[in-house]
T-cell receptor, first 116, second 114 residues
Framework: DTEVTQTPKHLVMGMTNKKSLKCEQHMGHRAMYWYKQKAKKPPELMFVYSYEKLSINESVPSRFSPECPNSSLLNLHLHALQPEDSALYLC???????????????FGPGTRLTVL | TQLLEQSPQFLSIQEGENLTVYCNSSSVFSSLQWYRQEPGEGPVLLVTVVTGGEVKKLKRLTFQFGDARKDSSLHITAAQPGDTGLYLCAGAGYSGGSNYKLTFGKGTLLTVNP
């Protein structure tokens, strides 16, 4: 099973709402990632969790708050977002986040977020 | 900071034609991954190349990793409309200090017309 699942598929929220994105993998991977992707652009790394601990925060605004409840789950809590935060949010996982030659990242289908 | 230059950015061809996409960097990567992404979906991993000079084939797709592990190419033979999508190369390595992560190229948006 090389599947990463994400819910919801689509999300529309107002600037005062609080919502959460969820990601799950059952491949036994110990590294999980959040990316943001604008149309026709490459994914931009937001956060990396390694063994359930936050290892990289790419200077993401505090209105995005990641959480890793266990080794299979990754959440992204959203609060007071801006319209420019509208994008495809991708979750990915890999065996480890280190320099292993085969630490390929497997992506989920994404959540299409629209902020009104 | 590692950079990965991908070209061309846009490519529109007729069914049956061949094409090559290039990714180049001045940095050495421990591995390089190629993804294909369709609109509204996540990137799907096509292949990972690890060894300098390595060539991998996936049906009509041929991937090559440069000898110095700084560049890679994707060649598609006899392209089909189903090959349409955004192709992304991503190099794995240390960027900005001790952070090990993927550096993405800007992507190649391929359209194959019937």
């Amino acid at each position: 099973d090389t599947e990463v699942t994400q819910t919801p598929k689509h999300l529309v929220m107002g600037m005062t709402n609080k919502k959460s994105l969820k990601c799950e993998q059952h491949m036994g991977h110990r590294a999980m990632y959040w990316y943001k992707q604008k149309a026709k652009k490459p994914p931009e790394l937001m956060f990396v969790y390694s063994y359930e601990k936050l290892s990289i925060n790419e200077s993401v605004p505090s209105r995005f708050s990641p959480e890793c409840p266990n080794s299979s789950l990754l959440n992204l809590h959203l609060h007071a977002l801006q319209p420019e935060d509208s994008a495809l949010y991708l979750c990915a996982s890999s065996q480890e986040d280190g320099a292993g030659a085969y630490n390929e990242q497997f992506f989920g289908p994404g959540t299409r977020l629209t902020v009104l | 900071t590692q950079l990965l230059e991908q070209s061309p950015q846009f490519l529109s061809i007729q069914e049956g034609e061949n094409l090559t996409v290039y990714c180049n960097s001045s940095s050495v990567f421990s591995s390089l991954q190629w993804y294909r992404q369709e609109p509204g979906e996540g990137p799907v991993l096509l292949v990972t190349v690890v060894t300098g000079g390595e060539v991998k084939k996936l049906k009509r797709l041929t991937f090559q990793f440069g000898d110095a592990r700084k560049d890679s190419s994707l060649h598609i033979t006899a392209a089909q409309p189903g090959d349409t999508g955004l192709y992304l190369c991503a190099g794995a390595g240390y960027s900005g200090g001790s952070n090990y992560k993927l550096t993405f190229g800007k992507g190649t948006l391929l359209t194959v017309n019937p």
